[in-house]
């Protein structure tokens, strides 16, 4: 689960170099920023502005929900009750002679 607090952390003491978008697994988004400077400018600013839903957007790519409760390794398990069709009792008697 990645955290908002760091991709902000990152975003500002290392936005230059795309630190926040290689933190979210956007590897070549990040090193189009860290190549053009990020977007001259612009990208940086942008980012401010959708840094928090692209980590919700990763967190929930990732199997993690939005509660932080649960793990991303849970299993959840479902029962399914299945029975055989019942057949009428002269069925039974004529398959018995």
Do not use: C
């Not at 990645?2 to 290392?14: D, H, M, V």
């Not at 959840?76 to 055989?84: D, F, G």
């Amino acid at each position: 689960m990645k955290s908002k607090g760091t991709a902000y952390l990152l975003w500002f003491f290392l936005g230059a170099f795309s630190a926040h978008r290689f933190y979210l697994g956007k590897i070549g988004s990040g090193i189009v920023y860290l190549l053009t400077f990020q977007l001259f400018g612009i990208g940086w600013i942008i980012d401010t502005f959708i840094l928090g839903e692209m980590v919700d957007k990763h967190n929930l790519m990732h199997g993690v929900l939005a509660s932080g409760n649960n793990s991303a390794n849970q299993n959840q398990h479902v029962v399914v009750n299945v029975t055989a069709p019942q057949t009428s009792n002269s069925e039974t008697y004529n398959e018995a002679s």
